[in-house]
Nanobody
Framework: QVQLVQRGGGSVRTGSSLRLSCSAT?????MAWFRQVPGEWRKGVAAINTQNYSKRLIDSVQGRFDISVDNAKNTVYLPMDNLNPDDSGTYYC???????????????WGQGTQITDSS
């Protein structure tokens, strides 16, 4: 089983930038980021195919967030620019086989890290 360890997060102001990272014990075909807020299902934010670098990001973060992977380190990143209060939540990285943002595609999950609004 792939183990995922996340780093990053914190309390940020509107308009600021932050980068999340997630290091895995081994490679996976697809890695992704999900976000969960209280009372809602965990929802996909971004996914990347670690072999061909195909990416998918939800509309609300396009132009502000990116997803990248350093395969030499088995680490996926979520650099975030121009954060707003709607970006708050608990972010989870995930690793799996299938490319997409469906939660069921992913079998391995990080511990989660929170982003809160300090504005």
């Amino acid at each position: 089983q792939v183990q995922l360890v996340q780093r990053g997060g914190g309390s940020v102001r509107t308009g600021s930038s932050l980068r999340l990272s997630c290091s895995a014990t081994s490679s996976s075909p697809v890695m992704a980021w999900f976000r969960q807020v209280p009372g809602e299902w965990r929802k996909g934010v971004a996914a990347i195919n670690t072999q061909n670098y195909s990416k998918r990001l939800i509309d609300s973060v396009q132009g502000r967030f990116d997803i990248s992977v350093d395969n030499a380190k088995n680490t996926v990143y979520l650099p975030m620019d121009n954060l707003n209060p709607d970006d708050s939540g608990t972010y989870y990285c995930a690793a799996g086989r299938y490319f997409g943002l469906q939660e069921g595609y992913f079998q391995n999950w990080g511990q989660g890290t929170q982003i809160t609004d300090s504005s």
